[in-house]
């Protein structure tokens, strides 16, 4: 039986060692928690980084750890403390991800991280290597990984290779900045499909390579000397009913049965009718504006009094990347803002912003996203943003209301969210009292029109239709060799 195999640069699980257990739970994250569902429903095997370091462990923890992996269908790639920080924190978050991005000034040009990243992708090619038997197919995801299609293509020429990256791809103005933009381009080359979220960073991928290396392009094809390279746009959806299912649960349960934060914020409602929740969901980092989201909503309290006491910011903010500077300043700055709202506008028992720093289990995030009336989602640039289709997913009676980045790739499919730019802070305060004031029946309109396309392009959707596509792209290409 044939067999695919997904790679990603984090496994979908997250490992815990104490000296007696070992313990395997889901992970956060955008390509875990939407690939996990995927992965279950085919005869696949997962390969990538478990986030354990092996040398740190006795022989029969590493033993443990392997099996416990296995029964998930995942096989690790183990990597040394210096791999992590060279290759992960390093040339990955450090180069690609603020270029990608649009945060040029935070990009830095280490040729050390560079080597380091060309030797971890081609350790996960030998991984990949050692588990060959019976592969056709081979799905990579993201940027951690942009040079590992090429040096599979080179060992396994006749295996189908799908690429999908879930980050913007950058117009080629800030691209060509990257001193090893061929390089990097190749290795995504060895692909027989690329995947983007939008059209926008598919059409920024084309004419790099058209730039850079002067291949002959047809609409979406990338003519190669020996193949043809298919570039197409598939915005990931969700787990939809997971999101419904989870939320119609939640409102059902008996007091007894409801979780603290549901219990807290049903609590606060009786006591305030007149608030209004708006959530702030993301990992902290500097593409998702969360800068910005504070300003506005300091302007908002600022400028609409008459809102100061009826509205509370409910502000989630996932730890993330800590071993990278930006993330640790930024997360200062955070603290520090929030403490000059909340200094400045709290009366004795109301703080504008309820502010967790921590990641929260998904009952609760279900919580959050059912209860709260208002989502504000602010990327200053966002691949996609899954947060923003969970928050529309979770509402069962069609009621709340989204206020949307227009960087983040969702807002191509979600226009009937109310669309601002991050760094407006007069518009975002202004569709905050929008939000606020909408009317219920048009507040369901909008959603119920969200909802239907989320439910109809949902993950499950977006991993076929992948995954079809790379099946014609192999079809396409046997014809025009046969030419
Ligand atoms: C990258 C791209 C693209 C968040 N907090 C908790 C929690 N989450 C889950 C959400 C959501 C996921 O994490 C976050 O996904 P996003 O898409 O919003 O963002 P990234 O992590 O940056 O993902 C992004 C994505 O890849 C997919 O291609 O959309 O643009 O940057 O699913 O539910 N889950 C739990 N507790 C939390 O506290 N359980």
Redesign the pocket.
Known sequence: MSRFLIISNRLPVQISISENDIGVE?S???????MMSVSKSFNSLWIGWSGVDFNELTNSQVKKVNSALKKEKCVSVNLTQEEVELYYEGFSNKTIWPLFHYFNQFVEYEDEQWQAYKRVNQKFADVIAENMEGVDKIWIH?YHLLLLPQMIKEKFPDVTIGF?L???FPSYELFRILPWRNEIIQGMLGADLLGF?TFDYERHFMSAVRRLLGYDININEIHLPKRIVKVDNFP?G?DYDKFQDAALDSQKRSVRDKSEIRKELERYYLLYPETKFVLS???L?Y??GLINRLEAFEYFLENYPEYRNKITLVL?A?P?RIGVDQYQQMKSEVDEIVGRINGTYSSINRNPIWYFY?????E??VDLYNYCEIAL?T?IR?????????FIASKTDGRGVLILSEM???SKEMSEALIINPNDRAQIAEAIKRAIEMPLDEQIERNTVLQKRLKRYNIEKWATDFLNSLDKVLQNEQQYLAK
Not at 382 to 390: I, P, Q, S, T
């Open positions: 889901p956060v994250g955008g390509l875990a928690t939407g993201d999908f879930h980050i913007p979220h990931m969700i969901i993301d990992r980092d593409t998702k989630l996932v993330s921590r990641s929260l289990p998904f609760n995030l989602i990327p966002d691949g996609m943003n899954l947060v923003a289709k969970e983040a790739g969702a």
